[in-house]
């Protein structure tokens, strides 16, 4: 039998590969011989997205609801994907960083502009009829949403800013969990009483989100971006491709779901309340958040109109 020059160097690569962690070359040869062909539908695992989309209702616009949502979902797994190449990247290279900042500054431009899906896809009555089921559930509960905050930022950033000044990076991460912005949300103002919603989403979620947030309490982006060079650091290009991030995320993607909001819960025609409890109007809008990843790379007349609107 013939081999060509090109098929033996493959052969000598597939050899060399199996040799590397010990394992026989005949052996996944022969599998190779008996498995199918992949098709389009096996790789992208077709059939099971597509039947995800449950319904609670008869409604046929909850559908829309659902399935805007889960693609929300397939966003920031693309986002936290790209996050961690950048926090893993060792001895980081101010291109690589660059690169991968434009494709997570993508993914949410992308995520900013699709609100008109749900905002004007959705018929108000029928909205106000299925939301009902949902209840005590919420978009606040979007443990993905958390873990990017937590890989963007250095978590002083992400503590309710009336108690800022009380936690510092020696501070327990227990304690600076309990401060964090939006641990306000799901309080009762008066007693401090944590609602259902935050109970259910801590008791879900609680202990990845203090790992994470210790894991990434010295690689977040904001580190990684500290570690090039400071040259590079000073690029006018650069500085832009952090405070588009910055302002993307933490002003139009959130006052475009704001909008959303107010269009099908404060229309006059249902309780004005959220799905969770929270108190909506001023968990969401980001002049009362005052979430901002790079607080540094803004002045300080830009820090104090964040998030007013115009």
Avoid: C
């Avoid at 929300?72 to 290279?93: G, R």
């Avoid at 291109?95 to 018929?123: H, K, P, Q, V, W």
Wanted: charged letters at 25%.
């Amino acid at each position: 039998m013939n081999i060509s020059e090109n098929t033996e160097a493959v052969l000598k690569q597939i050899e060399l590969k199996y040799e590397s962690i010990n394992q026989k070359t005949e052996t996944h040869l022969e599998g190779l011989l008996w498995s199918k062909p992949i098709t389009y539908w096996d790789y992208i695992q077709t059939d099971a997205l597509l039947n995800l989309q449950i319904q609670r209702t008869t409604l046929p616009d909850e559908m829309v609801f659902i399935m805007y949502h889960q693609v929300n979902e397939l966003m920031f797994k693309m986002i936290l994907w790209e996050m961690h190449q950048i926090s893993y990247s060792q001895d980081i290279k101010t291109d690589f960083f660059a690169e991968r900042l434009t494709r997570i500054s993508r993914y949410f431009d992308m995520l900013t502009t699709s609100f008109d899906i749900m905002g004007d896809g959705m018929e108000v009555d029928q909205y106000l009829k299925f939301r009902n089921t949902l209840t005590p559930a919420s978009g606040f509960q979007s443990a993905q949403y958390r873990l990017i905050e937590f890989s963007s930022t250095d978590l002083i950033n992400l503590i309710d800013h009336r108690y800022r000044e009380t936690i510092d990076r020696n501070t327990p991460y227990e304690h600076a969990f309990e401060h964090l912005y939006w641990q306000a949300a799901g309080k009762d103002y008066h007693t401090g009483k944590k609602s259902f919603l935050l109970e259910e989403f801590e008791r879900k979620y609680k202990g990845v989100f203090l790992r994470h947030m210790e894991e990434y309490n010295s690689i977040n982006i904001w580190q990684k971006f500290k570690q090039l060079p400071e040259l590079d650091q000073k690029n006018p290009e650069l500085i832009k491709a952090m405070r588009h991030f910055d302002h993307t995320v933490n002003i139009t993607w959130v006052m475009g779901h704001l909008n959303a909001a107010r269009k099908y819960i404060d229309n006059g025609q249902g309780s004005g309340e959220a799905t969770g409890g929270s108190d909506w109007k001023k968990y969401m809008h980001p002049k009362y958040q005052r979430r901002i990843f790079f607080p540094e790379l803004w002045n300080e007349e830009e820090l104090a109109s964040w998030g007013v609107e115009k």
